[in-house]
């Protein structure tokens, strides 16, 4: 298996007021089509309409752009809706079929831009190819909004693609756990796998995901794999902030029974929290 291929799965009002302080940051296909089908049927949960930018004008829920498009598994947007509705954030999705396209102002009034996981069997260069396919999309788009104080969040695939290929948003870059000497994961499916998250040991959603190259000045290093490479992180980029995970803290409980696994969704979806709130805090 080349880098990259991956079947990646990839409401706490506090933090609005984290990010008002900052500012004055794959799942089963059966569960993810039907969740994708009713995000399409709900136009107030699926994008902004043309030319609305600025969607989010209630502080208390800052808006949140996730994309949804070829480069991400079915499932996996709504995952990172889910989580990022229930600590307050309105969502908006952007991609090639959402009222929301790529384009100059796409961003425009936006707190956090969410990378989801990608499709089985995809590589991180055909993901990457197929996000700069899309009209109106450029990788500055997104690298000129994080440098500029805004938020950035990539989980799993979107955890690859704060590297290179990629945004090249990190300080350092991303590589294939499973391939990594003493990982305890080492194929493709999906597993749990431990972490060591703030020192507590936890088991978390797994598919292929990446470890960060990231141990240095200006990253703080969230959770490390068994094997001491590093899980999730949180660094600087510009005035914004960068947060990627190599496990999936947004799994809902029906991945885990999809794959027949012991579910610990309400703990991975708490590590999502902290995640978000780390992110969203101040630089």
Known sequence: MTRGRRRVRGAVVGLAAVLLAASAGCGPSTSGAGAQDAAHDAPAATGNAPGDTNAAADPSHPLAVVYRGPAACDGCPEAAQELLERNGFT??????????????????????????????????????????????????????????????LGICMGGYLAGDPGYDLLPGDSGEYIKTAGATVTDDQDRLVDVTWRGQKQPMYFQDGPYFDVDGPGADVVARYTNDRVAAAVAAYGTGRVAVSGPHPEAPADWYSSYHLPDVSRTGLGLGDDLLHTLMGPS
């Open 91 to 152: 969502v908006r999705f952007i991609g090639p079929d959402e009222p929301l396209r790529f384009g100059p102002d796409a961003l425009t009034g936006a707190a956090l831009y969410v990378q989801p996981g990608g499709t089985n069997g995809q590589e991180v260069t055909t993901a990457w190819n197929l996000l700069r396919r899309t009209p109106g999309f450029r990788p500055e788009l997104i690298r000129d909004y994080v440098r500029g104080g805004g938020r950035y």
